[in-house]
């Protein structure tokens, strides 16, 4: 299903955020 996937992508995103601002701390620069 694209739903599964999408939330699938939408997790990974969302994953990368969180390692992003633990590991420098700024996260999107926002």
């Known amino acids: ?3 599964a996937r ?3 992508e939408l997790l990974v ?3 990368a ?3 992003g601002t ?3 701390g700024v996260g ?3």
Request: zero cysteines; glycine letters at 6%; aromatic letters at 6%.
């Open 1 to 3: 299903m694209e739903t």
């Open 6 to 8: 999408f939330i699938i």
């Open 13 to 15: 995103v969302l994953a």
């Open 17 to 19: 955020i969180v390692m």
């Open 22 to 24: 633990r590991s420098r």
């Open 28 to 30: 999107l620069g926002l």
